[in-house]
């Protein structure tokens, strides 16, 4: 196993977004800029001295997973997160389908998805309907999470290519998405390109928060995108790390599975709804960012999806929707309809692997996956019938375990 798993090797890792759905609590006005930002920035940020270590008062930085830990872990670690098999009537195999996790016990079921049932009898004198899994991804992780479970080692091991929203397996995604994120501003009379730079009072700002909270994003990224790093510290004291990139682990287990990979997206459809067009844009994309890292509901609300992601309840997740307040404005209702754009071009693409005759292990954003217009309701739209994995009951893992 390659070292280094818990962290990816580019500045900016290929991340999940999930745009449009806000953290807060209910009648806040929350920023549709927070969840794409935790999702987004798969990459150690943490502020270090000379010497590598963290400055005093700040969290430990992040640290690789070793060989032998990981080894470990894979053998006994728990599933968690939340893992749906699809199939279509119409879509069917011609041969028998590996063998793929058997669900038990619920957590506790969703609103949407119904637990499978062993008992249901099989449908006779027809080949097997093709089966292939879609998988929540949180938008930070604890270092144990990057271990997957036995349940969906199986969902894995089954099927015939693993996809993500962005091509893990290419360098030149990773090299993409650190150039977008230091892309100059388009002038507006067509003339030459400028770095996007902040009024001054607003820049010492967002330096004084990024300083506060222990980060250090690299100093000619875009301001926007230092104020989304901002917001991927929030749980950093709790053991939640964005640099514990759940998909790279996923993307390194397949490459050992020997299966196929490849990605959905491009690093333009995925960053450049980030990027503001105007210095005045940028300035409101910085505003909001500091606005939701400064408030208490963004962190409660943070804490509430982990845990339930780590539970394996896609009904927490769906509160998200449910509490957000944020298409009052004209930017963001340009981000949901962004999004409502990607989750129809991320259900279509699985649906179409599908459909061509392989079975697909879909990994996406948890916040993607729920909602009317979310990928799951937009599958079940296409014929897709959907079963929720349930796992063995635990309780959630406590934060700043790691475990």
């Known amino acids: 196993m390659p070292e280094g798993r818990s962290i990816r090797p580019a500045p900016i890792a290929a991340g999940l977004l999930a745009l449009a759905v806000c953290l807060g609590g209910p009648g806040a006005a929350a920023s549709p800029l927070l969840p794409q930002a935790?999702?987004?920035?798969?990459?150690?940020?943490?502020?270090?001295?000379?010497?590598?270590?963290?400055?005093?008062?700040?969290?430990?930085?992040?640290?690789?997973?070793s060989d032998w830990a990981y080894e470990e872990l894979l053998a006994s670690a728990p599933s968690r997160g939340v893992l749906l098999r699809i199939t279509h009537p119409d879509h069917r195999s011609l041969a028998a389908p590996s063998p793929a996790p058997e669900p038990v016990d619920a957590v506790a079921s969703p609103d949407d998805a119904t637990p499978v049932d062993p008992?249901?009898?099989?449908?006779?004198?027809?080949?097997?309907?093709?089966?292939?899994?879609?998988?929540?991804?949180?938008?930070?992780?604890?270092?144990?999470?990057?271990?997957?479970?036995?349940?969906?080692?199986?969902?894995?091991?089954?099927?015939?290519?693993?996809?993500?929203?962005?091509?893990?397996?290419?360098?030149?995604?990773?090299?993409?998405?650190?150039?977008l994120a230091r892309r100059p501003l388009a002038s507006a009379d067509g003339g030459r390109p400028t770095a996007a730079r902040l009024p001054p009072d607003l820049a010492l700002q967002l330096q004084q928060a990024?300083?506060?909270?222990?980060?250090?994003?690299?100093?000619?990224?875009?301001?926007?995108?230092?104020?989304?790093?901002?917001?991927?510290?929030?749980?950093?004291?709790?053991?939640?790390?964005?640099?514990?990139?759940?998909?790279?682990?996923?993307?390194?287990?397949?490459?050992?599975?020997?299966?196929?990979?490849?990605?959905?997206?491009?690093?333009?459809?995925?960053?450049?709804?980030?990027?503001g067009d105007s210095p005045e844009d940028v300035a409101e994309r910085v505003r909001l960012a500091l606005d939701a890292a400064a408030r208490p509901e963004t962190l409660a609300a943070l804490a509430r999806m982990q845990d339930g992601w780590d539970s394996a309840v896609l009904s927490d997740l769906r509160l998200f929707e449910r509490r957000c307040n944020c298409r009052q404005t004209a930017f963001e209702q340009r981000l949901w309809r962004d999004i409502e754009a990607r989750n129809a071009a991320l259900a279509?693409?699985?649906?179409?692997?599908?459909?061509?005759?392989?079975?697909?292990?879909?990994?996406?954003?948890?916040?993607?996956?729920?909602?009317?217009?979310?990928?799951?309701?937009?599958?079940?739209?296409?014929?897709?019938?959907?079963?929720?994995?349930?796992?063995?009951?635990?309780?959630?893992?406590p934060s700043g375990s790691g475990r």
């Open 38 to 65: 935790v999702s987004l920035l798969h990459a150690d940020l943490a502020a270090r001295d000379a010497n590598g270590n963290a400055p005093e008062g700040c969290p430990a930085p992040p640290a690789a997973l």
């Open 119 to 179: 008992a249901d009898p099989p449908v006779e004198d027809e080949a097997p309907m093709r089966e292939s899994y879609v998988y929540a991804l949180p938008p930070i992780a604890l270092q144990a999470w990057l271990v997957p479970g036995p349940e969906v080692q199986a969902a894995m091991a089954a099927v015939d290519r693993v996809v993500f929203e962005l091509d893990l397996g290419d360098a030149a995604v990773f090299e993409s998405m650190d150039a």
């Open 210 to 275: 990024l300083s506060a909270a222990c980060l250090e994003p690299p100093a000619d990224w875009r301001p926007e995108i230092r104020a989304l790093a901002l917001l991927t510290g929030l749980m950093r004291r709790e053991g939640h790390e964005p640099a514990y990139s759940i998909a790279g682990s996923l993307a390194d287990l397949a490459v050992t599975m020997g299966k196929p990979m490849s990605g959905l997206e491009t690093p333009e459809r995925q960053l450049a709804p980030l990027l």
């Open 348 to 397: 279509e693409q699985i649906a179409a692997i599908h459909q061509r005759g392989s079975a697909v292990f879909a990994a996406v954003g948890a916040l993607q996956m729920t909602g009317s217009t979310g990928v799951i309701a937009l599958l079940e739209a296409q014929g897709f019938q959907v079963q929720w994995m349930s796992y063995p009951r635990r309780p959630p893992t």
